[in-house]
């Protein structure tokens, strides 16, 4: 079992900037590969980016590839997604999740574990 639990959401005027972590207990964390999806109402489940369980690969959506940059301390159990220049588009319900792989994916069914997810606004 994996418990994710997700901080640091907000509402931010646009050209700002927010942290989001995730902290991560249960199983052992240094394994999985770990994302960060968004969700706007009314709309499906989106692919941001995701770390390998080393640290050593990313892989970011179009979207925010250059703004957003995601980092993991496996010693602290926690995810981070640091997001800057956000946009009023960039306004989503956010969400980490764990996937038991070596390598990253981007695929929403290869995750195991989902946290409840933190509300980031953006206002224009």
């Known amino acids: 079992q994996v418990q994710l639990v997700e901080s640091g959401g907000g509402l931010v005027q646009t050209g700002g900037s927010l942290r989001l972590s995730c902290a991560a207990s249960?199983?052992?964390?240094?394994?999985?590969?770990m994302g960060w999806f968004r969700q706007a109402p009314g709309q499906e489940r989106d692919f941001v980016a995701v770390i390998s369980w080393s640290g050593g690969g990313t892989v970011y959506a179009d979207s925010v590839k250059g703004r957003f940059s995601i980092s993991r301390d496996n010693v602290g159990k926690t995810v981070y997604l640091q997001m800057n220049s956000l946009k009023p588009e960039d306004t989503a319900l956010y969400y980490c999740?764990?996937?038991?792989?070596?390598?990253?994916?981007?695929?929403?069914?290869?995750?195991?574990?989902w946290g409840q997810g933190t509300q980031v606004t953006v206002s224009s």
């Open positions: 249960g199983r052992t964390f240094s394994l999985d590969a």
């Open positions: 999740a764990a996937a038991r792989t070596f390598g990253v994916v981007r695929e929403r069914e290869a995750y195991n574990y």
